[in-house]
């Protein structure tokens, strides 16, 4: 029997591994293949807070998932696989989350999103936890979720995995060198949050 690996030290993130099956998996990956938009930044414009471009900060597609039953799956085990194990590790109940949004990083369009956290802005101080959620793994290089408060480990969950963490650590994206890198987002808050702004003017910052 092989000797235990001892960390000195890790960011405190949740793996839930076998959230999504194969096929779900693929079937969300195609869904913003057919369908997406550039990803933005919030930005005051004309004295009205917008979403635009900034390359400095992100660049990624995004496709904000409106298929109801699709979103019916997805819920279905994010509630069965997910929420209870942010209960076992956080001690932390669950009760509202923000529309699913699924990204592609590109090596092409060299994608990415900078150091950032998640809850800093007022449309974003509701958030407790993000979800991560890994759509495809080995087809792409680079790509890494990275916590540079807790050193330059990366963390990944498997194929149709999720990572889960506080919106108030700091982490990245970091570049695709190679292929393309697919990930389901959303946020987690519950009873103790405030109410989230008007969504006209509250968006996802991922």
Known sequence: ?????????AAPVLFVPDVLDETLCNTLMATLD??????????????EVRLVPDASAKVRKDH???DKALTDQVMRRLGERVLPAIWQAFFYRVTRLE????????????????????????????????LTLNL?????????????????AVYEAPKGGACVFSCSLLHEATDVTEG???????????EDAPRRPDPARATDRR
């Open 64 to 66: 904000t998932l409106e």
């Open 136 to 152: 495809n793994t080995g087809d792409y290089a680079g790509g890494g979720l990275r916590f540079p408060e807790f050193g330059d």
């Open 180 to 190: 393309s890198r697919y990930a389901l987002l959303t946020f987690f808050s519950g």
């Open 99 to 130: 529309k699913l949004k699924i990204v592609r990083y590109d090596a092409a369009g060299g994608g990415y999103f900078r150091p950032h956290r998640d809850n800093t802005t007022p449309d974003a101080q509701h958030r407790r936890f993000a």
């Open 1 to 9: 029997m092989s000797e235990a690996a001892v960390l000195r030290q």
């Open 34 to 47: 057919a369908d997406h938009v550039e990803s933005g930044m919030l930005r005051e414009v004309d004295g």
